[in-house]
């Protein structure tokens, strides 16, 4: 670890420990926190109001998204609210990302990750550390299981570590009127069971195109996302009809 002396941390390296934030010579601490829920509940719009009432007492943040509904580097909400994010790939070291902003003269106080399900373990033990060493808040929102009802690995990893782990309160109802807790992927009105355990759609039907198969212009197939109770999810009842939204075109 890079210091300047014997005491001052050098901006410049993104892990140099921070001076005391709360007065008692004890290096302040982040926090790693995850909100999650099915789709629908809100967890987009939930991180953009964060975001809006940091930023409103001075505090610099980045947002970060991987694999946004939109196909774009953003944070959109289906109630119509966006921000410009920096797009998470899957090598993307964010520590890195962190000590560019510090480069810059940039020095951030949290990070909002949104779609934070799709980061890989590696990536939230990152999070871990940014917290921990740089005394950055992190928040983290995304879906806990995968259209197989399992966690998806970045979920995992978030569960074992975070400091918080906060359901989001906003109640998604299945067609029947329970609670949906279950990402159904529904192709053709029919319940899958098999496939990528990351494919990116909407709860609106949409034209997904899949690149990595070697037919992937024959493949094309209406696919979508419907929230469902565990009964209806474990017998792929889809229920009488189906909300029309309009749709998303992924290649």
């Not at 001076?19 to 829920?37: D, E, I, M, V």
């Not at 967890?43 to 991987?66: D, E, F, P």
């Not at 289906?78 to 560019?100: P, W």
């Not at 020095?107 to 590696?122: C, G, N």
Request: net charge negative; charged share 25%; hydrophobic share 35%.
């Amino acid at each position: 670890m890079t210091t300047l002396g014997d005491t001052d941390p050098d901006p410049t390296d993104a892990l140099s420990p921070l001076p005391s934030r709360n007065g008692s010579g004890t290096p302040a601490r982040g926090r790693l926190r995850f909100c999650y829920g099915p789709m629908d509940c809100g967890k987009s719009t939930l991180a953009l109001q964060i975001n809006h009432n940091h930023a409103r007492q001075g505090r610099r943040g980045m947002l970060l998204v991987r694999h946004d509904r939109s196909g774009e580097p953003r944070i959109s909400s289906r109630i119509g609210i966006t921000r410009e994010a920096t797009e998470v790939g899957a090598d993307t070291d964010l520590r890195q990302l962190v000590r560019r902003e510090w480069v810059a003269g940039r020095p951030l106080d949290y990070l909002i990750v949104d779609e934070a399900q799709f980061l890989s373990a590696a990536q939230v033990e990152q999070l871990a550390e940014l917290a921990d060493e740089v005394s950055l808040d992190v928040y983290c929102f995304g879906i806990a299981t995968d259209f197989r009802s399992r966690l998806f690995p970045g979920a995992q990893r978030l569960f074992e570590l975070a400091d918080d782990l906060q359901p989001v309160q906003v109640e998604v109802l299945c067609w029947c009127g329970a609670p949906g807790r279950f990402n159904a992927r529904v192709a053709d009105g029919e319940v899958l069971r098999e496939g990528d355990t990351v494919v990116v759609a909407d709860t609106a039907p949409g034209v997904v195109e899949n690149p990595s198969s070697p037919h992937w212009e024959m493949e094309l197939a209406t696919l979508r996302y419907q929230v469902l109770c565990r009964r209806h999810f474990r017998l792929g009842d889809l229920g009488p009809a189906s909300p029309q939204h309009g749709q998303l075109r992924l290649t």
